[in-house]
């Protein structure tokens, strides 16, 4: 309760710091409606909301009760390390150092998460809740010179559950909400499910891509990271061995009987999850492929089958996960930002290998809040380094301690971060032209992105999955007495949540970003980046009365280690060449034909009538993977098929990935050749032309085999080793 009253104390405090600045946006008559919630001291309406939340939640329902929206919302190389964890000098951790030079150096790792990561670039609530201080920088400062520069407006009305953190945001930064929408444009829209929440936005920026939450399906995520698979099978171990169902039903059944009938010590495990599902809903594990006919029958719905990482890293005996927040700031250029600090969720019963008695235990194999919030063993914790839900920080903290190297830890992060991101960017980018074609207006988009990582007992990170709505709520519900549930504040979620927001706002601050998009195209950090673009004194005093931000640049900055894996992006400027600017998301037969022809690969050997018939075929197959696609003709994964085959067929003996970059060097070149006596097309500030750098350098032909052809090994095998 000391907490609680503490929490209310800042509160308290900076209610009265803010004033001056609420009163003048209270006094704005820009406001859809006089009765606008603006007119009440947001903090104030926070506070009151959440007393007025202990009073009237009683009795309600767990959270199974939660509307759809909601539901949705929640679901839905050392060398990149030097910028999020310490220097080396810091902390250093090598294998079989001494104890002493370890505890100096667990210190030093401590000190440095506290004041860079842990901080997460603003100031640590929890610190603060059981220090009982306040210690925002430079507030007064900020005050006086909100008054003098003209506030970014951003629209709230429908921000759902990310409410509250972005009040928070908003506040810190001095700008301006629109709590219920405004009649002039605003510079920000704060979506809390999609890009369609508002579909009359003509300008300014929005939180959401269209067709983010599409990408992040379950079956169309596992379907973008096995393209990549196929041409670069190492680059993207880090995703578990996944089969779509129920196309490939057949193929896992057969495919894991070779494996156990080859070695009969193997035990793998399988964990099943519906292709909408979120918050653990629906999931399940299996130890064998006809355990999925016995639980499902004979209809078995749209899902993916996995590998089941057996020996996940354990703390205190508990299996945990990382939920780590990346903005994808823009897709043309490609800009990403990883946020320093994150969360990591923690199973509440003791983890075991999974056995046939132990499969069912979902305390034990899933890591989810939502269910493990229902387990008596879930602690709520005021601190972030104890508790179910904790700071990713506090968690390498402990790792540290160990002698692990964390630094690696953070860069192979880092890595499986780009790359998941650079196998989406190709879809996301035909879903982006369809909705806002060249030349219409439309806003420009950038998202934050849940990503779900698992750490493997070696410490190598796999993904689970990547969620379009994180969850961005800064209250749990807590029952405060048998069947009573109010939400309080989670000092944890506030910690990481708000910073991740406030500083998305930063970076897309319209003055900001301008700038950036002019200056910065060769990458660099954000801190510079603010730093230059800050000319006048105001500014400059305004970023200084704010913390570091807590948003790192990893893209373009790597994107020398990266260029070359962006080769579906090729295919995908190809695919939205011949598309057009309909605002449609599939090749028509004629499409596809002109593609052939004006990249000159129909010959004698070759004709248009194949052509055809390798259209059809492909977009057949593929409308029936894709029941519920409305449109027909040809997707981008479906044209990626025909490319492959087309480049196998002319390029017979090379591998898979070189015949690719062969044909796409064919194609670009006989494109290139005709787009000079063409006129040039309008350009917004995200096309969806590709820029990804032709990166063919006639690379070694090692010798790598299609997906399909590889003999199977499970990282769970793999990980015995470790
Ligand atoms: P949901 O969207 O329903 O949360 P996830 O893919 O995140 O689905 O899976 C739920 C939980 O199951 C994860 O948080 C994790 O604890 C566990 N899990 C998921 N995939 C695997 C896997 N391949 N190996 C081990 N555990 C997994």
Not at 263 to 277: A, E, Y
Not at 643 to 650: C, K, N, V
Request: with cysteine; proline share 5%; charged share 25%.
């Amino acid at each position: 309760m000391n907490t609680m009253s503490d929490h209310y104390e800042r509160v308290k405090i900076e209610l009265q710091q803010m004033k001056a600045v609420e009163s003048e946006a209270a006094a704005d008559e820009e406001q859809l409606s006089p009765a606008s919630v603006s007119s009440v001291p947001a903090e104030a309406s926070f506070a009151a909301r959440r007393d007025l939340s202990r009073s009237s939640i009683n009795g309600r329902s767990r959270s199974k009760s939660r509307s759809k929206a909601d539901g949705h919302e929640r679901q839905v190389n050392g060398k990149l390390m030097s910028d999020l964890t310490p220097q080396k000098s810091d902390y250093s951790q090598e294998k079989g150092q001494s104890r002493a030079s370890n505890e100096q150096n667990i210190k030093g790792t401590l000190r440095l998460l506290k004041g860079k990561t842990a901080a997460n670039g603003h100031v640590d609530s929890c610190q603060r809740q059981t220090e009982g201080k306040c210690d925002y920088r430079g507030k007064e400062d900020g005050s006086k010179l909100a008054k003098k520069r003209r506030a970014v407006t951003v629209d709230t009305s429908k921000a759902k559950t990310s409410l509250e953190a972005l009040k928070m945001s908003i506040r810190q930064l001095k700008w301006k909400e629109f709590p219920i929408g405004r009649r002039t444009a605003c510079d920000i829209y704060w979506h809390g499910v999609s890009f369609h929440d508002n579909e009359n936005i003509v300008s300014g920026q929005v939180n959401k891509f269209p067709g983010m939450i599409e990408m992040l399906r379950k079956i169309n995520l596992s379907r973008a990271v096995r393209t990549m698979q196929e041409l670069f099978p190492e680059e993207y171990n880090f995703y578990p061995r996944s089969w779509i169902l129920p196309e490939e039903y057949q193929l896992f059944s057969t495919q894991i009987r070779l494996l156990k009938d080859n070695d009969s010590t193997l035990k793998p495990t399988f964990i099943v999850k519906p292709d909408s599902g979120s918050q653990g809903d629906g999931i399940y594990l299996i130890r064998d492929p006809a355990d999925l006919r016995a639980i499902s029958g004979s209809q078995i719905k749209q899902a993916v089958v996995q590998e089941y990482i057996q020996k996940p890293l354990l703390i205190d005996k508990l299996k945990f996960d990382i939920r780590l927040y990346v903005l994808v700031r823009s897709l043309e250029p490609l800009e990403i930002y990883i946020a320093k600090e994150g969360l990591s969720r923690f199973c509440t019963e003791p983890y075991q290998e999974p056995s046939q008695k132990n499969l069912s235990h979902v305390f034990m194999h899933l890591t989810n809040y939502s269910l493990n919030v229902h387990s008596g063993n879930f602690v709520h914790s005021d601190s972030c380094s104890t508790g179910s839900k904790r700071t990713f920080s506090s968690v390498l903290y402990r790792i540290a301690s160990k002698g692990v190297d964390i630094k690696k830890v953070w860069s192979d992060i880092i890595a499986l971060v780009i790359k998941t991101v650079i196998a989406l960017v190709p879809e996301l980018k035909v879903y982006y032209q369809a909705d806002i074609p060249p030349g219409k207006p439309g806003p420009t988009c950038f998202q934050i992105l849940g990503f779900d990582i698992l750490l493997m007992k070696n410490l190598k990170p796999v993904l689970l999955e990547v969620n379009a709505n994180p969850s961005m709520r800064i209250e749990h519900e807590q029952e405060v007495s048998p069947g009573v549930y109010e939400y309080v504040p989670s000092p944890v979620d506030e910690e990481v949540k708000v910073g991740v927001i406030r500083d998305t706002l930063r970076l897309m601050d319209p003055a900001q970003r301008k700038h950036h998009v002019t200056s910065n195209m060769g990458g660099g950090s954000p801190e510079e980046a603010i730093a230059v673009e800050t000319g006048s004194d105001e500014k400059e005093s305004l970023m200084d009365s704010l913390p570091t931000l807590c948003l790192k640049q990893v893209f373009p900055k790597y994107n020398k280690q990266f260029n070359n894996l962006r080769v579906v992006e090729r295919i995908a400027a190809i695919f939205l060449r011949f598309l057009g600017v309909k605002g449609t998301m599939k090749l028509g037969p004629t499409g596809f034909r002109t593609f052939t022809r004006n990249c000159k690969l129909s010959n004698s050997s070759f004709s248009m009538a194949s052509v055809d018939i390798l259209y059809i075929d492909i977009t057949r197959r593929w409308a029936g993977m894709l029941p519920d696609s409305r449109e027909a003709g040809m997707c981008l994964q479906a044209f990626i098929e025909a490319f492959f085959y087309l480049a196998a067929r002319r390029f017979k003996a090379v591998p898979l990935r070189d015949q690719v970059l062969l044909l796409l060097e064919v194609c670009e070149g006989a494109l290139e050749g005709q787009s000079h006596s063409e006129k040039p097309r309008p350009r917004r500030s995200q096309p969806t032309q590709s820029s990804a750098p032709n990166t063919f350098s006639s690379p070694a032909l090692t010798r790598r085999h299609h997906l399909r052809q590889q003999p199977m090994q499970l990282s769970a095998k793999a990980n015995t080793e470790n």
